[in-house]
């Protein structure tokens, strides 16, 4: 049974850092096409960062230069370090996971499984 369990959201002040973590079982981070969307209420749900098999990143222009995106094979976990967090940046954040050996993207359609996601926000 494939699962992706999100975790670290919470609520923060302007300017602050969260590092949201990506568990997952029956699903291999190594070579997957892995990535961080994020759903405000009522707006559209929207890539925030992608990795792919070989390290390869893409970002949103919105948290270019404060967003890290990254992975550890050995633990199977994907994170999104955010830095300089904004307002703006309060959303519902979910983890996403696409298929093996494909060029990193932050296309939702470009992604078939999905976390329950976890919450972020920042006053």
């Known amino acids: 049974d494939v699962q992706l369990v999100e975790s670290g959201g919470d609520s923060v002040q302007a300017g602050g850092t969260l590092r949201l973590s990506c568990a997952t079982a029956g699903y291999s981070v190594r070579s997957r096409r892995m990535a961080w969307f994020r759903q405000a209420p009522g707006r559209e749900r929207e890539g925030a960062a992608g990795?792919?098999?070989?390290?390869?990143?893409i970002y949103a222009e919105s948290v270019k230069g404060r967003f890290i995106i990254s992975k550890d094979n050995a633990k199977n976990t994907l994170y999104l370090e955010m830095n300089n967090l904004k307002p703006e940046d309060t959303a519902m954040y979910y983890c996403a996971a696409g298929p093996a050996w494909a060029r990193c993207s932050i296309a939702t359609t470009d992604f078939e499984i999905w976390g329950q996601g976890t919450q972020v926000t920042v006053s």
């Open positions: 990795i792919d098999s070989g390290g390869g990143t």
